[in-house]
Every structure is written in C-alpha cells, then in structure tokens.
C-alpha cells in the first residue's frame, strides 16, 4: 500500500515560479517509479513529469517541456516537481501517483494516487 499526501499549491502570478512536494508512506520507495498529473474541470486528466524509481528516467508532457523539473529524494521518500515559467494555462488540480516499478511506459498504470493539489496561476 502506498499513501501519497502532495504539497505546496497555491497562488502564483505568471512567470513566477512553485516547487511541489509529494512524500510516500511506503516501505520501500525506490520499488516505484513516480508522476504528476493535472486536471481541470471537465477536462480529460493531462500527464505532466514521470520519474522511474532509480531517478534515471524521465519524461515531461509537451506543454510542461523546458519550464517543469520532475526529481526525487529516495532517503525522504519524495518526489518533487519544480515549475518554471508559469502560465495561466497551468492552472489545475496537480496530482501524484505512483506504480510499481515497471519497462513500459512511464505515463500508464498507475494505481496510487494523491488527493491532489491546487495551483493557480493568475495573469
């Protein structure tokens, strides 16, 4: 069982910058490789930064490319997601997830999930 708790939402301007956190309560981190997703109302789930469980892997969504860092901290059992260059667009419920550590691809199967948090950026 693996029980994801994200922090550090909030309200930021455009440009300006957040870092959000995610700590796992698990036995042991490094069997899972990680992500964040994002969503807005009546949208279709958005995938964002996936990381695998060595740290040595990852992948960013096309709109989050060169803005949004994905990393990890196996000691903390954390996974962080450092966000650049805000856009209004960014605006959404930003959530983590995590898998067993796995080949395929890094977007897909993911079984726990956080309860989210929000991030607002205004223009």
């Known amino acids: 069982q693996v029980h994801l708790v994200e922090s550090g939402g909030g309200l930021v301007q455009a440009g300006g910058s957040l870092r959000l956190s995610c700590a796992a309560s698990?036995?042991?981190?490094?069997?899972?490789?990680l992500a964040w997703f994002r969503q807005t109302p009546g949208n279709e789930r958005e995938s964002v930064a996936a990381v695998d469980w060595s740290g040595g892997k990852t992948d960013y969504g096309d709109s989050v490319k060169g803005r949004f860092t994905i990393s990890r901290d196996n000691a903390k059992k954390t996974v962080y997601l450092q966000m650049n260059s805000l856009k209004p667009d960014d605006t959404a419920v930003y959530f983590c997830?995590?898998?067993?550590?796995?080949?395929?691809?890094?977007?897909?199967?993911?079984?726990?999930w956080g309860q989210g948090t929000q991030v607002t950026v205004s223009s």
């Open positions: 997830a995590a898998r067993l550590y796995s080949n395929s691809n890094l977007w897909y199967d993911y079984f726990y």
């Open positions: 698990v036995r042991t981190f490094t069997n899972y490789d």
